[in-house]
């Protein structure tokens, strides 16, 4: 459920390509289908390990109890969430300037509507769903045979990080943080619907942000 396994298995059709993995970071449709392949292997493997020990997705928290105050709590951590951001960009702008980026070679791949609707299904279902739930099982498994959850959520939160590499130090260390929050989140609320609802909409926001003032 780390994702190494899905990822390896998602890069396959990519590897056959005459370029390589070249291709993957010039076509939002070749990001958006690795992406979204990558997802949907992690969902299987997730359904299966639930399945061998008689789990369901409401033991990792995907609850509908108390469902409007939990996407209250998701609407309100986007603020902090752009607010982080900003602040760690400071950071880097001011005193690690060599490592300042306010690119991402992700986003600048859109360039039609189109493109911008496939990037924003791919960070509702791939950023939202897929790495939330994820947090959750990794976390669900760590307080179960690994340490405690809080242990879980720290050394969790750092591999997240350092899988945004293409985006850089500063990316790595924005989305670290961000795994930080939102497994802090999931685990004092025991419910995974906020991290979902604020992980999904900053993605999305951020997206639609890009494309109104790329010029």
């Known amino acids: 459920m780390s994702g190494l396994f899905s990822s390896f298995i998602a890069t396959v059709p990519i590897s056959l390509h005459k370029h390589g993995s070249e291709v993957l970071l010039k076509n939002v449709r070749t990001v958006t289908s690795f992406v979204l392949l990558e997802a949907g292997i992690t969902f299987v493997l997730l359904a299966l390990l639930l399945k061998a020990h008689g789990e369901t997705l409401a033991d990792l928290g995907l609850r509908s109890d108390r469902w409007r105050r939990q996407l209250v709590v998701g609407i309100l951590l986007v603020p902090v969430l752009v607010f982080l ?3 760690v960009g400071g950071f880097f ?5 060599r490592y300042f980026s306010d690119r991402n070679p992700l ?3 859109i360039h039609t509507p189109e493109d911008l609707a496939l990037f924003i299904i791919s ?3 791939a950023g ?3 790495e939330e739930l994820q947090r959750a099982f990794i976390l669900t498994r760590f307080r179960q045979h690994l340490g405690g959850a809080w242990l879980g959520l720290i050394l969790w939160s750092g591999v997240f990080g350092a899988g945004h590499y293409i985006q850089g ?3 790595m260390i924005i989305a670290g943080l961000f795994g930080l929050l939102f497994g802090a989140v999931y685990l004092l609320r025991a419910n995974v619907i906020a991290p979902m609802v604020s992980h999904g909409l900053y993605d999305a926001a951020a997206l639609i942000g890009y ?3 790329r010029r």
């Open 85 to 87: 951001n900003g602040l």
């Open 93 to 97: 702008r001011l005193f690690l300037p």
């Open 107 to 109: 986003m600048e791949i």
């Open 123 to 125: 960070v509702l279902v």
């Open 128 to 130: 939202g769903v897929k």
């Open 169 to 171: 130090l500063q990316g």
């Open 211 to 213: 494309w109104i003032f």
